[in-house]
């Protein structure tokens, strides 16, 4: 069965060898997170290369996401461990290191005190303790306890609809993206994006070497939405974040007009967070997960991820085959690409667009068993994938590295092959053969062939092909 929405899992405690990452590609996972909050560069070494093992054994490539942990803004310790902060009372937040008390605690982010003004509200442990900005200064903020709780050392801090001025890549995190990209990672999430800039400055270090996918989880971020789509390669929507910041109630809406955007824009775009959070402990989801992550799929999301289900669960093969199965179930209901077919404001007057959305006529019309795209890019591919036409899509790469990176994009079979086609006449028979071998067609099948020619130049689709296997 074809399987045309992606599975992201992360690796972690609970998938660490070989064994494992093999059990979990062999359940339907398509390319690997591996998250720098969390780990030594080299565990992550060690996983790359297991993920290159398990690669060549299945024969089919398997994509590498690794997640700088980016400028996660966090406050001091206690000198006595926990404090209770009571609603109605007085808290300082301040850069002086010593240990804090329940009166205050240090904040070692002048950046923060830059941005704030009085009425401002602060966030501590995700959401669970709120405060409000009385009076502050450039080095300290007197805040009134809005919503108590007990705080410990080194928890997380959120300045929800502030910008701060606050850097995209800490120290750690350039030595980290320096580290993966010498060890052939295929995406790069940037975390707590806020503006296009950010994305652009970590494209500027990277020189070409994988994809950009902009991690949306505050606020600043959706507002510059349109700017941020233009400039990374996809888009992560990091609910867990972007939830503690905003309303919950608003989240599903701009995860609906996120996923929107993105597919019109041709941006392959991941839906994350706790969509099958239950299961880290439970062998079975919540029925309320089951319809979280159906709705994913039935918006047309390329991917849907899996995160402390994958690393630390209890169940992380059982969590993917759930997941594989459950977007196989939507994927099977005849509603679902109705829906589909309703995204289109993205396409250009070009050539290359005018190929695709014709792709989409042609394979609504004859129901080609399969779509094949050569492309050196990945641009033929991704502009095939944005139509969503009825057919897997064989993505005929010549860069092994571009076939990597179309593992987390929607109906995509990314296969590389050797540049060694120039003929039009080569090119169709090769794609035939391949699409028969693959088991994507049988004799007397229709599929349609694009590319661009002259062959291996970007960007110059211009070819539309029906052939019959």
Not at 189 to 205: I, P, Y
Not at 345 to 374: E, H, M, W
């Amino acid at each position: 069965m074809q399987h045309f929405t992606r599975i992201l899992a992360t690796l972690g405690p609970a998938t660490a060898g070989l064994a494992q990452i093999r059990a979990l590609a062999d359940a339907g996972v398509d390319a690997f997170r591996l998250n720098f909050s969390h780990g030594s560069q080299a565990e992550h070494a060690v996983r790359i290369g297991q993920i290159r093992q398990v690669e060549q054994e299945l024969g089919r490539p398997l994509g590498v996401l690794m997640d700088l942990q980016g400028p996660k803004l966090r406050i001091g310790r206690f000198a006595q461990g926990p404090v209770v902060l009571a609603a109605g009372a007085s808290f300082r937040l301040d850069m002086d290191a010593a240990a804090g008390d329940a009166g205050r605690v240090q904040l070692p982010h002048a950046e923060v005190f830059a941005a704030l003004k009085a009425g401002a509200e602060l966030l501590l442990d995700d959401g669970k303790l709120r405060l409000r900005v009385t009076r502050c200064g450039a080095d300290f903020a007197e805040t009134r306890v809005v919503v108590g709780g007990a705080l410990s050392d080194h928890k997380g801090l959120n300045v929800p609809g502030v910008l701060l001025p606050i850097a995209a890549l800490t120290d750690k995190d350039r030595a980290d993206l320096e580290f993966g990209l010498a060890q052939g990672v295929d995406w790069v999430a940037l975390s707590f994006v806020q503006r296009a800039r950010d994305v652009a400055e970590v494209r500027a270090l990277m020189g070409g070497r994988a994809w950009i996918m902009a991690k949306l989880e505050k606020p600043a971020a959706i507002d510059q939405l349109d700017a941020i789509l233009a400039e990374a390669d996809g888009i992560m929507i990091a609910r867990g974040d972007l939830g503690v910041e905003l309303p919950p109630q608003r989240v599903p809406v701009l995860q609906q007009k996120i996923v929107r955007l993105a597919r019109e824009a041709g941006k392959p775009v991941v839906v994350a967070t706790q969509m099958l959070e239950s299961m880290v402990h439970a062998p079975v989801p919540t029925r309320a997960e089951v319809s979280d992550v159906a709705t994913a799929v039935y918006s047309g999301a390329d991917a849907v991820m899996l995160s402390a289900e994958s690393a630390v669960g209890d169940y992380p093969v059982r969590a993917v085959t759930i997941m594989r199965q459950i977007a196989d179930e939507v994927e099977a209901d005849p509603s679902w690409h109705a829906g589909l077919a309703k995204v289109h404001g993205g396409n250009q007057a070009s050539v290359p667009d005018a190929i695709c959305v014709a792709l989409q006529s042609v394979a609504a019309f004859l129901r080609p068993a399969v779509t094949i795209a050569y492309t050196a890019t990945g641009a033929s591919a991704l502009r095939a994938s944005r139509e969503r036409p009825m057919t897997p899509i064989l993505a005929l790469a010549s860069d092994p590295a571009v076939a990597r990176r179309l593992t987390l994009c929607w109906g995509m079979r990314p296969v590389h092959f050797p540049d060694r086609l120039r003929r039009p006449h080569d090119m169709i028979a090769h794609a035939t053969r391949h699409a028969r071998s693959s088991g994507l067609a049988r004799p007397g099948d229709f599929v349609v062939v694009i590319a661009g020619l002259p062959f291996g130049k970007s960007g110059s689709t211009n070819l539309l092909h029906i052939a019959q296997v």
